[in-house]
């Protein structure tokens, strides 16, 4: 094993030769290249991203264009713009330390971050630091003292992919604190196992949907805009199947605040209820099937349990309230007659309700998903093709049957020590900062927050992802020391101590699947060199790993195209097992390029619950009983008063007709972007297309525009207790009249950079968000239980920075 002694870097002497480095200063790239790398100098290569298959179009060294590839079924308007992304000014070219950490490390002023000057390093010295603070804190603290954050959306690879490489460096440095769950779905999947004994990943394909189904209620989702983006790399298979959906003619209804991009394509028959009423309204609408006698008892009687005591909850056995239309009505601005029409309609016709994520990123988020699969068990179609309940058709290529090709496992993280605290919930890192000491339940027990000193994050946003900007501020400044590694210079790189510069998708070789249900393979070829002195994810962390003395082991002795044969070759073994014959890798590299898989007639008409409906006894549910539980009796012993052991109305802490309606009376719904996937290509060309003078665009309805006089084009303040920001109006009827639409994703940008309570200039709707756990069960974000109040802006307006380069 070669070892790399970790050098004890003296802050003064980086710092005195930063004058040799220069401004300046540009190493060649062929000296960055690495020995294996391929880029073309004319040409095109095959490539993929979170947007689609691509064409990327090479001249005299330089990506020049982006074009769909053949295997994309719905090409989107994201993938073209990848180009000014990949040259854009926020790019971070070097390896960058905030100049007070370099002079006092650990014992610097916190209160920088956000606003500090940033000094250029070597990439030696900058490795040097990196191990350097690792050995120091777990030495002086333990392995429970350092966070390995990687949430967010990495580019889609197998090999370069931030969490596992970062994930695998701390691992074999003894272990790190890690999180659980995400930000997108922290409280459905903690809530659908004890519910149907599994995550919400097995979808029922679109063609057994498409044929079977007779309506599909489209609950708080809006595929037609979710399905334009991907974990992996996708084809755009839902938006093919919504417009064969279209085709069919059959009915739908879209139960949303916004009149979605769904809802026009489809001509969905649009119920608006407020926000955050959810759960009420879907109580009204079972209380009329029970009372009317449109429940499927049968389908209650064998594969469910629960529903005696919660059809007592429906009477108002238990609490003197009985859960009527009319009831429902008040809560949820929707009509009783509406209601009562919804379950008469769903239960006359084969109904599949699929649900998107918004509805449990709300307060008491869990009974959202819950309260859906026990309205489909009421109804009774599950089970059957074209029915039932559904958390993910409305992203990605869900839906999408699954190919009958290799599975791979990608770049090992390694083993994850035992020695280290739990894993935190991952809406709740940012507060366990600066809390350490502090007891918490989650998913039945209860748990302390470790004293966490050091945070090294790879990729992902958090000043971005994360609510109530302000006071995530303040958790900021409790860690000593803060790493990030990315492309760009976010804001989460703005608050950091050391910066590390990453590679984009362009500017290396790997591999990714297609589509999130395995339905093909994509290479990922390098198309120009790594610019500025970028480097890749596998370089960054193997080269710490060397000054820690384990770089043998991190390697196992492979290069870039050594691991991506190893894993091709890994997949393909396991797959001729099977009988699935595969091209070796070279000729998938160099001659097939996009692969995709064989589909069987069996997965192809794939239905969720079938077989379980077919003999629930043969086939149970991993549930405590074998069946769906809408009682839960182990939800209903952890005795918590936020989740009940069945699906409940409770009161979020705000909400329109509710707590706080009379001083903030208009709800921020934050939904999925248009033309961005969360904060990515915010800082692309591509943002002109709808900014509204220079600002994140927020839909307002007629109505409240007049009363506040607001015209169309004019730059607002949109504010409450937690803090404020500027946006550009767009007057539009696609809403509620007290709803207002702040797509989340607009990079933040503080009028006085670092300072707690400043006004973000750009239109980020976290800043406006309260920052709180779903429940104790899943402690999963409330981004969308958001009151706020809106007026015209008259003073100067300032100037947009987020996107000025830091050096």
């Known amino acids: 094993m070669t070892s790399h002694p970790i050098t004890q870097v003296s802050r003064r002497s980086v710092l005195k030769g930063l004058t040799a480095l220069g401004a300046g200063t540009l190493l060649v790239p062929s000296v960055l290249r690495q020995a294996y790398a391929a880029a073309v100098t004319d040409g095109e290569v095959v490539t993929g991203s979170h947007f689609g298959v691509h064409y990327a179009k090479v001249e005299g060294g330089k990506l020049v264009a982006v074009r769909p590839h053949e295997a994309d079924l719905a090409p989107v308007e994201q993938g073209t713009t990848l180009v000014d992304w990949a040259y854009s000014p926020t790019r971070i070219k070097y390896p960058m330390v905030r100049k007070g950490f370099l002079k006092d490390g650990a014992n610097s002023d916190r209160s920088e971050r956000g606003k500090g000057e940033f000094v250029r390093v070597s990439w030696d010295e900058a490795l040097d630091l990196v191990a350097s603070e690792l050995k120091r804190v777990k030495d002086e603290h333990g392995n429970g003292a350092i966070y390995g954050g990687s949430y967010g959306w990495r580019t889609p690879a197998m090999l370069h992919n931030c969490f596992n490489n970062l994930y695998r460096l701390l ?243 390694g083993e994850a020590s035992k020695d280290v605290p739990a894993p935190i919930p991952c809406s709740r890192v940012p507060w366990a900062l600066a809390n350490a000491g502090e007891k918490y339940d989650y998913n039945g ?214 707590a706080m309606s009379d001083k903030y009376p208009l709800h921020m719904t934050s939904s999925h972007p248009d033309y961005r996937l969360h904060s990515q290509l915010d800082n692309a060309e591509l943002r002109h297309k709808y900014e509204v003078k220079g600002r994140e665009p927020v839909w307002i309805h007629p109505d409240a525009a007049e009363a506040r006089g607001i015209a169309d084009g004019d730059v607002v303040r949109i504010f409450n207790d937690r803090g404020a920001v500027l946006a550009g109006a767009v007057v539009t009827d696609r809403m509620k009249s007290d709803v207002i639409r702040l797509q989340e994703g607009a990079w933040y940008d503080p009028a006085e950079p670092g300072e707690k309570g400043s006004l973000c200039k750009h239109g980020d709707p976290n800043v406006l968000t309260f920052d709180k756990g779903t429940s104790k069960l899943a402690q999963g974000n409330c981004a969308h239980t958001a009151l706020v109040e809106i007026e015209k802006y008259t003073g100067d307006l300032p100037t947009i920075t987020t996107f000025e380069p830091v050096a």
């Open 171 to 413: 691992n074999l440095n003894g272990g790190f604190v890690d999180d659980v769950n995400t930000y997108s779905t922290g409280a459905i999947r903690v809530i659908l196992p004890y519910v149907i004994g599994t995550s919400y990943y097995d979808s029922s394909t679109w063609p057994s949907i498409i044929e079977n189904t007779e309506q599909i209620v489209f609950w708080g989702s809006d595929p037609a805009v979710c399905c334009r983006i991907g974990w992996s790399v996708p084809n755009h298979a839902g938006l093919k199947y919504l417009e064969e959906y279209k085709a069919t003619g059959k009915p739908s209804i879209s139960v949303n605040p916004i009149n979605t991009e769904t809802a026009k394509l489809l001509g969905s028959d649009w119920v608006a209820p407020r926000p955050g009423t959810d759960v009420a309204m879907m109580l009204g609408i079972a209380h009329t099937l029970l009372t009317e006698d449109l429940h499927d008892k049968e389908f209650l009687a064998n594969y469910c349990t629960g529903f005696e005591e919660f059809s007592a909850y429906l009477k108002g056995e238990p609490d003197g309230t009985e859960k009527t239309a009319e009831w429902a009505a008040e809560i949820c601005g929707v009509s009783a007659d509406k209601l009562k029409e919804m379950a008469r309609s769903m239960a006359s016709k084969r109904t599949l309700i699929t649900m998107g994520w918004s509805i449990q990123r709300q307060d008491h988020g869990e009974q959202g998903p819950w309260m859906a699969h026990t309205l489909a068990c009421m109804l009774g179609y599950i089970g059957q093709p074209g029915g039932g309940a559904d958390f993910t058709l409305h992203y990605g290529s869900y839906g999408t049957p699954k190919g009958n090709g290799p599975s791979f496992a990608g770049f090992p993280a």
């Open 445 to 658: 027990q209860e748990y302390t927050t470790p004293d966490l000193r050091l945070v090294i994050w790879a990729g992902g946003n958090p000043f971005h992802h994360h609510q109530d900007r302000n006071q995530q501020i303040d958790f900021w400044q409790k860690p000593e020391t803060i790493i990030i590694s990315d492309i760009n210079w976010t804001q989460s790189a703005r608050f950091a101590d050391i910066v590390l510069p990453i590679s984009t998708l362009f500017e290396r070789n790997d591999i990714c699947n297609i589509s999130e249900q395995n339905a093909g393979l994509c290479a990922m070829q390098q198309a120009i060199e790594p610019l500025f002195e970028s480097k890749t994810d596998f370089w960054v962390y193997s080269q710490v790993a060397k000054r820690l003395g384990f770089e043998a082991e991190y390697t196992d002795g492979m290069d870039e195209m050594g691991w991506l044969k190893h894993i091709y070759d890994e997949g393909v073994a396991k797959a001729a097992e099977k009988g699935i014959e595969s091209p070796d890798f070279d000729t998938f590299w160099n001659e097939k390029k996009v692969w995709m898989y064989d589909v069987t007639d069996e997965k192809r008409n794939y239905v969720q619950f079938a077989k379980f409906r077919e003999d629930p006894l043969l086939n149970p549910v991993a549930t405590p009983s074998g069946m769906f539980e809408i009682l839960s009796r182990k939800i209903a012993g952890y005795n918590y008063d936020d989740c009940p052991g069945h699906p409940t109305w409770m009161e979020p802490f705000e909400r329109l007709g509710g």
